[in-house]
């Protein structure tokens, strides 16, 4: 069956230091790959999709890789600020179906 | 960008009584939305697929006489967890994908205890 992994351990970082989250998956070929941000108590928000022809995307301090032949995804932010403390899940989408499957998430925690 | 929103926020109800879960596209047209539950520091899992003027498609496991679903305009999805129980208890949350790729678009989330 199809399975996506994300660090189920918080991920604690320095303010300025760059957190890089990693989505690792099997038994799927996705089409795209979408990151989104979760606040508690609150919906996702989506950051960046990344096609599956596509090797990395960037917004801003945000950075997305994609390796279909690892199965995996880093998500990256850089200069890391107090404010992006939140969940980040990942999701895998195909274009024969439109609803996500999402990842668990991992939360972020950035010390400033 | 999109804007989807979902009412209540928080409900508390006793067992055995039905709640009414609307979710509201704002901005634009949704002729599918979907429907998560998510229980705490887990994934979001996906209930069900909500389709404009036709029945909605359940997920493996979903029971769809307890979970209905109606789909009546292109803005608006409804969830009824009907004869709540205590293990119905749990975070639900709608999306609207729009964009060639589906971007989803996530209604703020309906917290729902049952006593």
């Known amino acids: 069956s199809q399975k996506i992994e994300q660090n189920s351990e918080a991920l604690n970082i320095q303010e300025g230091k760059t957190a890089t989250l990693t989505c690792n998956y099997t038994?799927?070929?996705?089409?795209?790959l979408q990151w989104y941000r979760q606040d508690p108590g609150r919906g996702p928000v989506f950051l960046l999709l990344?096609?599956?022809?596509?090797k990395e995307k960037r917004k801003e301090r945000l950075k997305v890789t994609f390796d279909t032949t690892l199965k995996q995804s880093l998500f990256h932010i850089t200069a890391s600020q107090p404010a992006d403390s939140a969940t980040y899940l990942c999701?895998?989408?195909?274009?024969?179906?439109?609803?996500?499957?999402f990842g668990s998430g991992t939360r972020l925690q950035v010390q400033p | 960008g999109a804007v989807v929103s979902q009412h209540p926020s928080r409900v508390i109800c006793k067992s055995g009584t039905s709640v009414k879960i609307e979710c509201r596209s704002l901005?634009?047209?949704?002729?599918?939305m979907f429907w998560y539950r998510q229980f705490p520091k887990k994934s979001l899992m996906l209930m069900a697929t909500?389709?404009?003027?036709?029945?909605?498609?359940?997920e493996q496991g979903v029971e769809k006489d307890k979970f209905l679903i109606n789909h009546a305009s292109l803005t608006l999805s409804t969830l009824t967890v009907t004869s709540a129980h205590p293990e119905d208890s749990s975070f639900y949350i709608c999306?609207?994908?729009?964009?060639?790729?589906?971007?989803?678009?996530f209604g703020p989330g309906t917290r729902l205890t049952v006593l």
């Open positions: 990344i096609r599956e022809n596509e």
């Open positions: 999701a895998l989408g195909d274009t024969g179906r439109r609803a996500l499957t």
């Open positions: 038994n799927y070929s996705p089409a795209y």
């Open positions: 999306s609207a994908p729009q964009g060639k790729v589906d971007t989803q678009y």
């Open positions: 901005d634009f047209q949704a002729t599918t």
């Open positions: 909500s389709n404009e003027g036709s029945k909605a498609t359940y």
